[in-house]
Nanobody, 124 residues
Framework: VQLVESGGGLAQPGGSLRLSCAAS????????MSWARQAPGKGPEWVAG????????YYADSVMGRFTISRDNAKNTLYLQLNSLKPEDTALYYC??????????????????WGQGTQVTVSS
């Protein structure tokens, strides 16, 4: 299993970024996938999840209405659109594969593979 994130960078408050995660080594289209993040000095936080066929999405309260998760099963790629960014969104963002195929889970302990992460920094 390999998960490779990209698209992070420096954004101003109110700005936008689009993260991508290229997945390989497993049947991507069978798994609900998620994004998580870890800010400096804090534990990992589940951010957003999407079911295997992309028809349902779920978000943490902290990002609801600002972030959008999506996927392209033909390309084995997961996306996260970050809009209206805030300084508190600064973190290392990871895509994650759950231990079991099926529904989205919000507990980070239910995920067994993570990418290397992509840094998002929001600052003026």
């Amino acid at each position: 299993v390999q998960l490779v994130e990209s698209g992070g960078g420096l954004a101003q408050p109110g700005g936008s970024l689009r993260l991508s995660c290229a997945a390989s080594g497993f049947t991507f289209s069978s798994y609900g996938m998620s994004w998580a993040r870890q800010a400096p000095g804090k534990g990992p936080e589940w951010v957003a999840g999407i079911v295997s066929d992309g028809t349902n999405t779920y978000y943490a309260d902290s990002v609801m209405g600002r972030f959008t998760i999506s996927r392209d099963n033909a390309k084995n790629t997961l996306y996260l659109q970050l809009n209206s960014l805030k300084p508190e969104d600064t973190a290392l963002y990871y895509c994650a594969k759950p231990k079991k195929a099926g529904k989205v889970v919000t507990s980070i302990h239910e995920y067994d593979y993570w990418g290397q992460g992509t840094q998002v920094t929001v600052s003026s």
